[in-house]
């Protein structure tokens, strides 16, 4: 559908542009509110939290202006990372759907809005394109219903105990941990979370300001975080992003563990031992497919985005699958990525095998190219497949895959291979090819 508002992530984009502007924003929210009440009945309950970025809290009023003109009621909890409002959505019996303000790992000029259903997490196709319709039909309200707006001034405390008592106390005792916050919505209740658990925590980037979210820090940017476990002897690390949905670890001697290395050391843990297929995306590198194998499992890859990945999960009653960048699903737990409940998990496989260097597989080279494009043409465009065509033939060991990001003006270019100086050849090449024919 072409007027659909969202990525593969919800609505995205700069603040000041497309929808999410002053006029735009209560007309979004308002169309949000009449396929919630269609969707859900009346009255309506729902949680609303925004990120640390400086136009979450002018967004979130902008937003309720409209939800408002329907019959909700908004439980609004500020600052809160995307996977807590899931997880009290799951606690809270009497909450129908979260709504997250957040661009995730954008940085602080973007913002965007997740809707969350409390039973499939992410929202599907037909919901997004509904609130779409909604959006651009501006069908005007009635003024004769209205709903009401209450401070959820406890979510944190929920949160944290719900958390927190999923795991034993003990569960870090004696362990120095480091962690990266992106001065974003983990920035308060992570280092809560992981001295609850008895870690002895340093904490960096997390004195949000409005304006540093994501700012050479946490998930996307973890030199300091790295060369900071060197200096503080520290036993683990973890960046985390903007909203609290992806993580990355970092062991004591500074290597990076990505999405592909937790998924390959969860398939110890005994929560998912017995699972058979563990679901990455077509970016996932060839070497935990090959680890995979050797554990009998299968990898099955799904298109990029942490939707995709709940989607086959929920169908196939799967309880494990993540991407490289960090988004980790523990779909016992919750049917969305929670980075901290991911790192905890981590840390009780890597405590019981007495794997603290986390080595997992060897990884092929992987080379991963951004291209700034103007316009998102369509790849299977003849002259454009013909190019991607030509440089995959090129490859005899490896392979090659070519998407937009569903977040930003990207083109990414990924090229795998058993030789780094191919893989790194061939993606320059490509890229630097794709962005004349795209300007």
């Given at each position: 559908m072409g007027n659909n508002l969202f990525g593969t992530d919800g609505i995205r984009t700069t603040v000041g542009s497309g929808p999410l502007t002053h006029t735009n924003i209560p007309r979004l929210g308002y169309a949000i509110a009449c396929w919630a009440t269609k969707k859900y009945g009346s009255p309506l309950r729902i949680i609303l939290a925004h990120d640390s970025r400086i136009s979450g809290e002018w967004m979130s009023s902008t937003l309720m202006s409209g939800l408002l003109l329907a019959p909700i009621t908004?439980?609004?909890a500020r600052?809160?990372?995307?996977?807590?409002?899931?997880?009290?959505?799951?606690?809270?019996?009497?909450?129908?759907?979260?709504?997250?303000?957040?661009?995730?790992?954008?940085?602080?000029?973007?913002?965007?809005?997740?809707?969350i259903d409390r039973i499939t997490g992410k929202t599907s196709q037909e919901d997004e394109e509904t609130i779409s319709t909604w959006y651009h039909e501006q069908t005007f309200p009635s003024y004769r219903e209205f709903g009401a707006l209450n401070l959820y001034e406890n979510a944190h405390q929920e949160y944290i105990r719900d958390v927190s008592n999923r795991f034993p106390s003990d569960l870090l005792a004696h362990k120095k941990v480091i962690l990266d916050c992106a001065h974003g919505a983990t920035s308060f209740v992570a280092p809560a979370l992981f001295r609850a658990v008895g870690a002895e925590v340093i904490a960096i980037h997390n004195t949000p300001n409005g304006t540093n979210i994501n700012d050479q820090c946490g998930a996307l940017h973890v030199n300091k975080l790295q060369n900071l476990m060197l200096k503080e002897h520290a036993d683990i690390g973890f960046a985390f992003d903007g909203d609290g949905d992806r993580v990355m670890a970092i062991t004591k001697q500074g290597t990076v563990k990505n999405g592909d290395d937790m998924l390959a050391l969860l398939t110890g843990h005994p929560a998912y031992q017995q699972e058979k297929t563990i679901v990455g995306t077509i970016m996932s590198n060839h070497g935990l497919d090959l680890f995979l194998r050797t554990q009998e499992k299968q990898l099955v890859r799904t298109p990029v985005g942490d939707k995709y990945i709940a989607d086959y999960l929920q169908q196939h009653n799967g309880l494990l699958g993540g991407e490289q960048s960090g988004h980790i699903i523990l779909n016992d737990y919750l049917p969305t990525a929670d980075s901290i409940?991911?790192?905890?998990?981590?840390i009780e496989i890597i405590s019981q095998t007495d794997n603290w260097n986390l080595n997992t597989f060897t990884h092929y080279p992987q080379i991963l190219v951004n291209v700034p494009v103007g316009q998102k043409r369509d790849l299977q465009d003849p002259s454009i497949a013909a190019i991607i065509a030509d440089y995959e033939a090129q490859l005899n060991t490896g392979?090659?895959?070519v998407r937009y990001s569903g977040t930003e003006n990207l083109l990414r270019v990924m090229v795998e291979d058993t030789e780094q100086q191919t893989a790194q050849r061939i993606s320059s090449s490509l890229a630097s090819t794709l962005q004349k024919e795209l300007p």
């Open positions: 908004v439980e609004y600052v809160l990372p995307t996977p807590a409002v899931c997880n009290l959505l799951q606690q809270r019996a009497d909450l129908h759907l979260g709504i997250v303000i957040s661009a995730s790992h954008n940085a602080y000029q973007d913002n965007g809005i997740k809707i409940v991911t790192a905890f998990r981590i392979r090659l895959v």
